[in-house]
């Protein structure tokens, strides 16, 4: 393997797959990099049939990022939203519909006033229907955009849970205390803050 922002070698579990299994194994995995994972996460904690939500770094190449370092842009990660979901109860095809919707898919490293290579558009796949379904629904939004869409398909890379501080930020308080609902349906405005 070649060099890849300066992180030598071929052992280096940051390239490796995400291997995490569901807790229950008729459930799934779905990730996605949609700008700060703060309201991402609240989004789909909302969706019904979505069990279980979780924050953290992937697609970089330093194992065991934190935020700080992240932030610092010379890793690569993503912030991410991994989230468990109930095929049966949830298509995956709902969560893309979200993903879509949450964000500008055709601005390359920003999301509002959040600028750097962590806020990039991202879905990061867990097995070939997942790919398959990404790309289509890509291929539709598209014709709804007049800007081009940005947003990187590629095979979840190792997951890096983040602090636990940024778990469910937003239904916690923040850093404002203002509790938001992540009741199942809620469809209360997402106000995001520090």
Known sequence: MASSGGVEGQNNPAFDQDLDTPDNPDHEFAEFGAGCFWGAELAFQRVAGVVKTEVGYSQGHTPDPNYKLVCTGTTNHVEVVRVQFDPKV????HLLALFWSRHDPTSVNRQGNDVGAQYRSGIYYYNETQNRLAKESKEAKQLELKGKI???ILPAKRFYKAEEYHQQYLEKGG?????QSAAKGCTDPIRCYG
């Open 150 to 152: 940005v947003t990187e």
């Open 90 to 93: 949830c298509p995956y095809t």
């Open 175 to 179: 850093g404002q205390g203002n509790k």
